[in-house]
């Protein structure tokens, strides 16, 4: 019995140990400190006062908290879609959200990888 209490121990003491050293190696990051370019690809005007209104007010609003810069393009037809897309990533848009998805898969250009 004295010899499972040990062992015990000895795996407990190894598991925290383990755990602590794995939370002195991990840095703690600021994921505002670097600028995110953010694309929205609307298929309105960003002032319908429905949807897309909706989507651009949102991402405004989060811009200063989250150090994003904002990217978008309106009134976007479906069979453009995959040109404005190339268009935000070659501009830097680390992430982009389309108005129309189910275009966007149709097309090809979602998920991206």
């Known amino acids: 019995m004295r010899k499972i209490l040990i062992l015990v121990s000895l ?8 755990i602590l050293m794995i939370q002195d190696q991990q840095a703690e990051e600021d994921i505002t400190a670097k600028t ?3 694309g929205l690809i609307l ?4 002032e319908d006062r429905n949807y897309n209104q909706t989507h651009f007010e949102a ?7 989250l150090n994003l810069k904002v990217i978008y393009r ?7 879609y995959v040109s404005i897309f190339s268009m ?3 501009w ?3 992430r982009i959200y389309p108005r129309s998805l189910g275009e ?8 991206v990888s």
């Open 11 to 18: 795996i407990f003491a190894a598991a925290v140990a383990g």
């Open 36 to 38: 995110t370019r953010v």
């Open 43 to 46: 298929n309105g005007s960003h």
């Open 59 to 65: 991402l405004q609003s989060l811009q200063q908290d």
């Open 74 to 80: 309106e009134k976007v037809p479906d069979e453009c």
């Open 88 to 90: 935000l990533q070659e």
């Open 92 to 94: 830097g848009s680390q």
């Open 104 to 111: 966007c898969i149709r097309q090809g250009i979602w998920p």
